[in-house]
């Protein structure tokens, strides 16, 4: 039997703050990013709800090069993929109907079945390559 879990106040304050984000953040950087705004929610407690929401399908949590767990609120609810800018963290949502089928071919052929999946595409964004060649011009 599932669940549900009440809306409080903090996690309505962190999926607003999720929903004009368009890159993935860690715990830590929204607890920031909420008391500069003047949130008076205590870290442990961004530590909890991001995780029940996560649980609950409402955000979207990957791991960061170092191992972090960075959330996202995406648009998509249906399983879906994301592109991700190395330098500044912006997270594209993207189709991987070819990975689907991989994935099942995978699974299949080792008699797995029930086969889930997350793939994370990294890359380096238009804006940061601009500002990369930039900083490197000026370094000249």
């Known amino acids: 039997m599932?669940?549900?879990?009440?809306?409080?106040k903090q996690r309505t304050e962190i999926l607003g703050l999720l929903d004009d984000l368009d890159e993935f953040r860690s715990a830590q950087q929204l607890h920031d990013l909420l008391r500069s705004?003047?949130?008076t929610?205590?870290?442990?407690t961004v530590y909890r709800a991001v995780q029940t929401l996560a649980d609950a399908g409402e955000v979207d949590v990957l791991r960061?090069?170092?191992?972090?767990?960075v959330y996202r609120r995406c648009v998509r609810r249906s399983h879906h993929?994301?592109?991700v800018c190395r330098s500044c963290g912006k997270a594209v949502e993207i189709d991987g109907p070819g990975a689907e089928a991989w994935a099942e071919q995978v699974g299949a052929a080792h008699d797995f079945s029930d086969v889930e999946h997350t793939i994370e595409l990294l890359g380096t964004c238009a804006d940061c390559r601009a500002?990369?060649?930039a900083e490197a011009a000026a370094a000249r």
């Open 2 to 8: 599932a669940v549900t879990q009440r809306t409080t």
């Open 37 to 39: 705004q003047g949130s």
């Open 41 to 44: 929610t205590g870290l442990a």
């Open 64 to 69: 960061s090069p170092d191992g972090e767990a």
């Open 81 to 83: 993929h994301h592109l």
């Open 131 to 133: 500002r990369l060649a």
